[in-house]
């Protein structure tokens, strides 16, 4: 029974680039929410997709985005990079949007922006 | 606003010692995580809990909703119990995203 599973690992892009960050959710689950986790910090929200719909955000700018299909995976996309965006990007997906339920953790994709 | 703070930040203990990591957060929650973070990333969730007690092995973790703090416990650390914990709560019941401390970090010596 395969968790989740992010890709890439590690990933470098410079300023001004786009990147897609890719996440499969635990088999069963069927909503992914996506955190940046810079340095030395704990996890921040960017957004949750349920039925491929965006449902909560967190306070990012709309060079963050995201989408969700019918399979559950997501993707995250970022535009017009920023030194700033280097971080870890966590994925974690659940069952049902209700909160309830435990959220299981993929190893995440270590951003780098030169 | 809606917050979480852990402490100690940093903790190093001998092999075998009892540890304790504690949680306190600022409004009423839903639901609260305890989380372990090893290098290079990945995230295992331990615990989650709203009310009461829950024990898994050599962890157990408490929750005091009126006093608004939990406490992660550790029996009997071995080095592989070297990592960062992190809490994590629900604020409220409308809002499913988790709010996370910055973690304690964790490292037993032989």
């Known amino acids: 029974d395969a968790g989740v599973t992010q890709s890439p690992t590690h990933l470098i892009k410079t300023r001004g680039q786009q990147v897609t960050l890719r996440c499969s959710p635990k088999s069963g689950h069927d909503t992914v929410s996506w955190y940046q986790q810079a340095l030395g910090q704990g996890p921040q929200f960017i957004f949750q997709y349920y039925e491929e719909e965006e449902r909560q955000r967190g306070n990012f700018p709309d060079r963050f985005s995201g989408h969700q299909f019918p399979n559950y995976s997501s993707e995250l996309n970022v535009n017009a990079l920023l030194l700033g965006d280097s971080a870890l990007y966590l994925c974690?997906?659940?069952?049902?949007?209700?909160?309830?339920?435990?959220?299981?953790f993929g190893d995440g994709t270590r951003l780098s922006i030169l | 606003k809606n917050e979480v703070e852990q402490s100690p930040q940093n903790l190093t203990a001998q092999e075998g010692e009892f540890i304790t990591i504690n949680c306190s957060y600022s409004?009423?929650?839903?639901?609260l995580h305890w989380l372990q973070q090893h290098p290079g990333g990945g995230i295992v969730s331990l615990f989650m809990l709203s009310s009461g007690k829950k024990k898994h092995g050599r962890l157990i973790a408490t929750i005091n909703i009126q006093e608004k703090h939990s406490s992660l416990h550790i029996t009997a650390s071995h080095p592989r119990d070297s990592a960062v914990y992190i809490c994590?709560?629900?604020f409220g019941t409308g809002a499913n995203n988790l709010f996370f401390g910055t973690g304690t970090r964790l490292t037993v010596i032989p």
């Open positions: 409004v009423g929650i839903s639901a």
């Open positions: 994590a709560v629900r």
């Open positions: 974690a997906s659940t069952i049902g949007d209700r909160g309830n339920q435990p959220q299981h």
